[in-house]
């Protein structure tokens, strides 16, 4: 299907960007790589009449490390993160760029605009949440920092104000004895995941001092779990604590049966890949290098 008709505006900063979105009010739109947005329009999902695109805003694609913290610009595409030091440096951020869709819409679709749509099956913001991410955002009120836990408020739906822009992501680099890994189920490589994973692990003489886990695709939002995280801190990670842990989150999740699966598939599915994925984050602690891991069906 055509999309209704729209005005189509470029601006060239981050402020005509915000101005432009503030003047036009409900009916306008920021566009960043189209990918999800565009599909949205297709399916008269959405009708904007204004697409305000970003894309030649300069400044909001660098990836870089400051001190000890690791900066991506809100227009850093997916391709872009995957092939930087920041993914050659943190395996879990390669796993999960790596994982999204198809080479095409890697090389258009953008960060900024994965946790801008709120869509719970992007991958960036459950990778996000095991980094404890914090969001710089700027609009007509100036800018803040929102952690991406508070980011989105409802399945696509933010908390972001009219005009409102992400601008970057920030997030500290791991420790060396911290590690992640992000593990996808998919039917094939353009097509949304089944169910995802996102696990990152600090290891103290074998002992777990640290965890973050959080499920995509899993409910209509990102799913976290303070009580499967506390099972696994302070302990070891032997196989009965990873299992109950993974039953905590999994029990916290609330899949949406759809043509991807049926609700109990999906359970199955994500209690399979929280054990896999401590599995591989606690080697990689312990310094062995394992590859991206993802399955099709
Ligand atoms: C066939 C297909 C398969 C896909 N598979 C996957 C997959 O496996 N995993 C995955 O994670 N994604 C997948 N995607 C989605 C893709 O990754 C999108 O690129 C991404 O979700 C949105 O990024 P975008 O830059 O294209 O945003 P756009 O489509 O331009 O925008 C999306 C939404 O975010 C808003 N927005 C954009 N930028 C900002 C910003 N800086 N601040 C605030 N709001 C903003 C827009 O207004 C819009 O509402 C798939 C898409 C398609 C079409």
């Known amino acids: 299907m055509y999309p209704a008709p729209f005005h189509y505006h470029r601006v060239d900063s981050l402020q005509d960007a915000i101005s432009r979105l503030a003047e036009l009010g409900d009916s306008a739109r920021a566009l960043a790589g ?10 008269r999902f959405d009708e904007p009449r204004h697409l305000v695109d970003l894309s030649r805003i300069p400044g909001l694609s660098d990836i870089r490390l400051e001190g000890d913290e690791v ?4 227009l850093a595409t997916h391709a872009e993160i995957t092939k930087s030091a920041v993914a050659a440096a943190i395996p879990s951020v390669y796993d999960c760029g790596s994982g999204i869709a198809d080479g ?16 719970p099956s992007c991958d960036w913001p ?3 949440h095991t980094l404890d991410a914090v ?26 104000q009219p005009a409102e822009l992400i601008t970057g992501i920030r997030f500290r680099m791991p420790p060396e004895n911290s590690a992640g890994a992000y593990c996808g189920f998919k039917r094939c490589a353009p097509a949304y995941p089944t169910a995802s994973v996102a696990v990152q692990l600090t290891l103290e003489d074998d002992i ?20 499967a995280e506390n099972i696994l801190r302070g302990s070891r990670l032997t196989e009965a604590n990873i299992d109950k842990a993974a039953q905590a989150i999994v029990a916290a999740a609330e899949p949406v049966p759809d043509q991807r699966g049926a609700e109990d598939f999906k359970r199955a599915v994500l209690h399979s890949l929280v054990k896999r994925a401590v599995d591989i984050a606690m080697r990689r602690c ?3 290098t394992i590859g991206v891991h993802r399955e099709y069906v």
């Open 71 to 74: 900066c991506i610009g809100a």
């Open 286 to 288: 312990q310094g062995e």
């Open 104 to 119: 095409q819409i890697r090389s258009r679709g953008t960060i900024g605009g994965a946790l801008g749509s709120a869509d």
């Open 208 to 227: 777990c001092s640290e965890v973050r886990i959080a499920l995509g695709s899993a409910g209509l939002t990102t799913v976290t779990s303070k009580e």
């Open 135 to 160: 969001l710089t955002c700027t609009g007509p009120e100036g800018t803040r920092s929102i952690p991406v836990s508070e980011l989105v408020e409802d399945i696509y739906t933010t908390i972001l």
């Open 126 to 128: 459950v990778l996000l």
């Open 34 to 43: 189209g990918q999800t947005l565009l599909v949205w329009m297709k399916l």
